[in-house]
């Protein structure tokens, strides 16, 4: 079993920056694709980003390229999510979570099995 733990939201202005971090459990973290989730208030859970199992190869939501930059650092079973430029409609709980596969190929929520319980992110206007 693995667990997934997400810290570094919180209140920022628009056009702020925010790392979130997302600390694993358990020896398999870096054989696995990892990935970022979002859910606004009223709204379904969104994929914002996802990262191969070595860090080479990445891939985002339209809305957070450019913006947004996911890496990760297996010796410290971490992953990362750098967003700069916040907006308002960033607003939403983020949510980290470990992939089936190996490769960014497949982001869709379906091919993640564990996921953390989120924290959330504010952007005043």
């Known amino acids: 079993q693995v667990q997934l733990v997400e810290s570094g939201g919180g209140l920022v202005q628009a056009g702020g920056s925010l790392r979130l971090s997302c600390a694993a459990s358990g020896h398999t973290f870096s054989n696995f694709a990892m990935g970022w989730f979002r859910q606004a208030p009223g709204k379904g859970r969104e994929f914002v980003a996802v990262i191969n199992w070595s860090g080479d190869s990445t891939k985002y939501a339209d809305f957070a390229k450019g913006r947004f930059t996911i890496s990760r650092d297996n010796a410290k079973n971490t992953v990362y999510l750098q967003m700069n430029s916040l907006k308002p409609e960033d607003t939403a709980v983020y949510s980290c979570?470990?992939?089936?596969?190996?490769?960014?190929?497949?982001?869709?929520?379906?091919?993640?099995?564990?996921w953390g319980q989120g924290t959330q992110v504010t952007v005043s206007s």
């Open positions: 979570a470990q992939s089936i596969y190996s490769t960014q190929a497949y982001y869709d929520q379906t091919y993640f099995r564990f």
